[in-house]
Nanobody, 121 residues
Framework: QVQLVESGGGLVQPGGSLRLSCAAS????????MGWYRQAPGNQRELVAR???????NSADSVKGRFTISRDNAKKTVYLQMHSLKPEDTAVYYC???????????????WGQGTQVTVSS
């Protein structure tokens, strides 16, 4: 059983910053990619940023230069540092990880419960 617990969402004014965290726990042999997605009302879920186990990253054009994804493998945690937030960043942010639960298993896709980020004055 794997659990992802997200934290760090909230209400922030335009131009402000937030840091999201997502910690994985449970039966974990290896964590491969980790990432963040978001979904605004009426929109499809979209990729924000992803990071491989080796630290390679990619991110959506809309957040380049403002958001940074990072991970702490020892803590099984992925972070999303968000700066210069805009009202259009308002969404529910979901953590996603590809985890191999044990030595004999293939990787599986896990999602967090989501955390609300609201950018408004």
């Amino acid at each position: 059983q794997v659990q992802l617990v997200e934290s760090g969402g909230g209400l922030v004014q335009p131009g402000g910053s937030l840091r999201l965290s997502c910690a994985a726990s449970g039966t974990i042999f290896r964590i491969n990619d980790m990432g963040w997605y978001r979904q605004a009302p009426g929109n499809q879920r979209e990729l924000v940023a992803r990071i491989t186990s080796g630290g390679n990253t990619n991110s959506a054009d809309s957040v380049k230069g403002r958001f940074t994804i990072s991970r702490d493998n020892a803590k099984k945690t992925v972070y999303l540092q968000m700066h210069s937030l805009k009202p259009e960043d308002t969404a529910v942010y979901y953590c996603n990880t590809l985890i191999v639960p044990n030595r004999r298993a293939t990787q599986r896709d896990y999602w967090g419960q989501g955390t609300q980020v609201t950018v408004s004055s």
